[in-house]
């Protein structure tokens, strides 16, 4: 992606951390329309900004009408990192979340995704199932609320934040000051 080569350019250490995005959507999902009822959003035209954004950065993306709980994707997401498969794991994770519409909170999803990207699915069920990697988690989340992140994706450089999906123009701007 975009930020790899941010790293290359300007010879940066990525860090990522996760961020706590709807943490109280059940397993089963919930829909859009129930998730932002009340709150004065027009989805439709949400959706067309972001689909405008994500063309314009070559993003595959498609319409959804529902949000699932990425707690335990973010679990696996660290595991991945430690065995060296952070990137590829979160682009699996984007794939089948926004372009496939799955259910990244269902262990047998989170399975088939680490299979795909060379991981052992018994693996990351035994990990999910001892919450191995849930601490790390947590304290990402709590360094999240700390920096004042409030949306992802947010870039944190030089105690300034970038919010959302940005051209690659724009990140090499904030980050060259």
């Known amino acids: 992606m975009r930020t790899a080569q941010l790293q290359q350019e300007f010879g940066l ?20 329309a129930e998730l932002f009822a009340g709150r004065g959003y027009d989805l439709a035209a949400m959706f067309a900004r972001l689909q405008s954004v994500a063309t314009e950065l070559g993003l595959p993306l498609n319409a959804r009408a529902d949000t699932y709980n990425s707690r335990r994707a973010q679990e696996l997401g660290k595991w991945a990192e430690s065995m060296g498969k952070g990137d590829a794991f979160r682009d699996a994770v984007y794939h089948a979340y926004f372009v496939a519409g799955r259910n990244i909170a269902l262990t047998d999803e989170l399975a088939t995704i680490v299979t795909s990207i060379g991981l052992s699915a018994d ?13 790390a988690v947590d304290a990402d989340w709590q360094r999240a609320q700390q920096i004042g992140v409030t949306a992802v994706p947010t870039l944190r450089f030089r105690e300034q934040l970038l919010v959302g999906f940005t051209p690659y123009e724009t990140m090499r701007r904030f980050v060259s000051g």
């Open 123 to 135: 693996s990351a069920r035994q990990i999910l199932q001892d919450k191995t990697f849930a601490g």
């Open 13 to 32: 250490t990525l860090r990522h951390t996760v961020f706590p995005l709807h943490p109280e959507t059940p397993d089963a999902g919930l829909a859009l």
